[in-house]
């Protein structure tokens, strides 16, 4: 007889970058550019960078501990399973609920945003479109793509996240271009960052790294899961981190300080 299993076998065959690509559009960083960046330089003024940098040690902290236990194991639940091989099977599954509300709650934010988007965009076109069946074939297109092959979904997601961050670099390279740009390097002292600055910025920024976890999740469709999803962990903690620069120029450019 063969050996048989009550639990569905999913298919190994993601590599690293699938992996990665996964992790990076669920932190999302065209949404980092365009509205988290913004939004902690307002709270924080000219100690923007300061607090990303925070925030990114903090993160980088945390994945270091997932990092640990993903080298041992790794499965569709690893999060979970890596809750409850600490503190047992009660709050394994406690933080599995939590997870999964967490995901769902994510996939409807994005769902919304996507539907405003695409609204705002054919009314630009002076075109009428109806939101409710718009977001129902999104989400239908959305389910297709990924119960029909997960390398397709992955696919996908690293071409339109990669289209969206090129689309957003143009954009900043079209306005620093047509726009004098004044270096002030007082910006970047240190004595310029006030911890009251960085603490008003933290939370917003520690958003901006919310879901870089869930590469966590592919250990059943990685094809080398305990080498690839460490690595996928850091990249997606790392890249996000890279809006510190980002925030940085920005505050060097000459903008007038929110405070």
Known sequence: MGNTTSEPQLNRCLGLVSVTAQAVAVVGP??????????VYLSAGSASWMTYLVATVCILMVAQ???IFARRAAGTAALAKFVQMGLGLTAGRVTAWLLFLAYAGFCVLLLAM????????????????????????VTLATWLFTLRDIRLSSFMVLIL????????????????????VRVDLSQFRISAATPVQIQSGLMLAFLSFMGFESAATLGGES????????????????????????VGLHSGIGLPDSS
């Open 65 to 67: 501990v997932l990092e």
């Open 30 to 39: 065209t949404i980092t550019a365009v509205v988290n960046i913004p939004q």
């Open 223 to 246: 094809r080398e899961p305990l080498r690839d999803i460490p690595r996928a962990l850091n990249i997606a903690t790392l890249l996000p981190g890279g809006s510190v620069s980002g």
């Open 161 to 180: 996240e990669g289209g969206a961050i090129a689309i957003i670099l143009w954009l900043c390279g079209v306005i620093l271009f047509h726009h004098s």
């Open 114 to 137: 996507c539907g405003q988007s695409l609204v705002a965009l054919a009314a630009a076109l002076d075109v009428s479109l109806p939101l409710l069946p718009l977001l129902g074939i």
